[in-house]
Each structure stands twice: as C-alpha cells, then as structure tokens.
C-alpha cells in the first residue's frame, strides 16, 4: 500500500514564503501525515498533496464507513435510551431513499458542491482559500436556516429539488463577501489560515456535521446534532482526505458514499421481497459490508501504530 508524493506544483501560500515541506511520519505515505497525528495539530501544508493508490484509497473509505456504522449504532442506542421522538424518516431522507428523477440531480451535484462548501478553503492556495470561504458563507447560512425553519413531514419531490437549487441565490452575495476579502485582507485572511489551521479544520467539520441533523427531525431540537455524529466523523474523514491528498480525492471519497448509498437503496426498495434481485441484492449488500468492516478494522490497527 504505497502512496507516491505527486509531482505537480504545491498550493503557494501567496506570499512569496518558501514552501514548508513537512517531514512525514510514516515511509508508507510520504508527504502525509500520520491520521492521528494530524488530527492533534491540524496543519495547511504548501507541499504536494500525496498521491494515493487505489487500494490506499479503499482503506481509507472502509475506514470512514466503519466509523460511520459503528457511530450509528451508537446513536439509535442514545435514541432509544433517552427517549428521543426521532421521527422514522424525516422529509429529507424521505426525498432521497423514495426513487425519483427530482432527486437525481441532487445526488449527482451535492457531494461536490459540499467538498467546495465545507473543505474546498482547507488550504493555504489563495485560490482554494477564497472561493472555498464564497462556499462557506453560503453553506453557513443554509446550514442556519434548514435548522431555525420547521419543515413539513411530507413534501412532493419537485417542491423539494426547487426548493434546494433556490436556496443557492445565497451564493451570491458570499462570493462577493469573498472578493472583498481578496481584495483588500487577503494577507490577513491567508494568515490566519496559516496560523489558526486547527480552528479553521475543526470549524469545517462541525458544520458539515451540523447541516446534516436535518436528516434526523422536521424541526429544531438539540438531540438532532446528536443524531449527526456519523456524518460529523466522515466529515473528519473527508477533510483529512482533503488536506493531505487533495480536493479531487475527497470529491472521489464524496461521490463514493452518496450515490451508491442512494441508488442501491433504490434499487434494492424497489425490488420485490423474497424475489430473486432482493435475495442477491441483501447477499451483495452483506458481503460487500462485512469486508469493508474488515478492511476498516486493519486500517484502523494501522492508524493505531501511526502507519496511517
């Protein structure tokens, strides 16, 4: 499982500095950092992006799947013990799990413009800092409005997909906070992601994680977030993915999770039970499960050894 550093140019951090190369930590994955590691002092390195293999990359998916079903159990088990109304399928996962083609274009451009909304500015290129923050803003502020408005248990699909391109206008007005940023405190911007990575980092991952509790209630409740642990952690993922291997490769990871997620749903609801497309289906399903999680748990040793 070797991870080539890449050759192509590092993202500069614009201010004429040379670039900090960082000293990896592991001979496995040259020009990243070890998971745990980062996760202690997230840095923006201006080095190269590592380079991933294929096989590299599916360590790291089964890895964040892991953690994704492992935090779910655990919050149906909070839900459970303490009581917590959560509605069966809230009106968001309803427009997804139900096949309809209002849904598709949803599913096909969301993981891509989250990667530009939440993990597009984890760097020090000013290219990558100031159209990612355009994003940001416009994320922040939906992220702030799906939670403070109550929304109805059922909504017809093309009200839902209208609703959720219409919400973009606030896109707008972002992109030209972030060209005022550029013009006239790109410095200080630049600084302060330089110097306030972890803040930064974490920030990110906290709101990724918060624009999902939707996905579990109608309406504004604490336990919601709660709820959202799981896509708090891939979002953690995501982000690591991002910073030390590129934009491309947490899109890649992304598109990854989502559309399989979605359409195999869909194609796996739509399937007579007890016939045999729903058998092949669950017996598909279940092998495919039990060695991402045993792949997983190897990765998961291996970032335990600072190997990962």
Same mark, same amino acid.
């Given at each position: 499982?070797?991870?080539? /550093? #890449? ?15 960082? /000293? *990896? ?12 590691? +980062? ?9 190269? *992006? ?24 655990? /919050? ?18 309803? +427009?997804?799990? #139900? ?29 990558? %800092? ?13 992220? @702030? #409005? ?6 109805? &248990? ?14 973009? =206008? %606030? ?21 302060? +992601? ?11 991952? @906290?709101? +990724? ?7 579990? /209630?109608?309406?504004?409740?604490? =336990?919601?977030?709660?709820? &959202?642990?799981? #896509? ?18 947490? @899109? ?6 989502? %559309? ?26 279940? &092998? @495919?499960?039990?060695?991402? %999680? ?6 998961? =040793? ?7």
């Amino acid at each position: 499982m070797k991870a080539a /550093t #890449q050759s192509s140019a590092p993202e500069s951090s614009g201010n004429g500095a040379p670039a900090r190369v960082e /000293t *990896p930590a592991d001979p496995e994955t040259p020009g990243a950092r070890p998971l745990l590691g +980062f996760l202690r002092r997230p840095t923006f390195s201006t080095s190269p *992006p590592a380079r991933l293999t294929t096989w590299h990359w599916l360590g790291w998916m089964s890895l964040l799947l892991l953690a994704a079903y492992v935090s779910s159990a655990f /919050t149906h088990i909070l839900a459970h013990a303490f009581g917590w109304p959560v509605p069966a399928s809230s009106a968001r996962v309803r +427009f997804l799990i #139900q096949p309809s083609r209002a849904a598709v274009p949803v599913v096909l451009v969301a993981p891509a413009l989250e990667e530009l909304g939440f993990r597009a500015f984890l760097s020090t290129a000013p290219r990558f %800092v100031f159209l990612g923050l355009a994003f940001f803003i416009g994320y922040a502020y939906l992220v @702030i #409005q799906a939670n403070l408005t109550p929304t109805a &248990a059922t909504i017809p699909p093309l009200e839902m997909l209208t609703h959720y391109f219409y919400a973009f =206008w %606030v896109f707008l007005p972002a992109g030209a906070i972030s060209l005022l940023l550029y013009r006239y405190r790109r410095a200080a911007v630049l600084a302060f +992601f330089r110097s306030r990575a972890g803040w930064v980092f974490w920030a990110s991952c @906290i709101l +990724f994680g918060a624009a999902h509790a939707s996905l579990y /209630t109608n309406h504004l409740v604490w =336990w919601g977030f709660a709820l &959202a642990l799981p #896509q708090f952690l891939l979002g953690v993922g995501l982000a690591y993915l991002r910073v030390n291997f590129g934009l491309r490769w947490s @899109i890649a990871s992304h598109y990854a999770i989502d %559309v399989p997620s979605v359409f195999g749903s869909w194609l796996y609801l739509s399937a007579a039970p007890g016939s045999l497309l729903h058998r092949g289906m669950l017996a598909a399903l279940t &092998a @495919i499960g039990l060695g991402l %999680v045993a792949y997983g748990l190897l990765v998961l =040793w291996r970032v335990s050894r600072h190997a990962w």
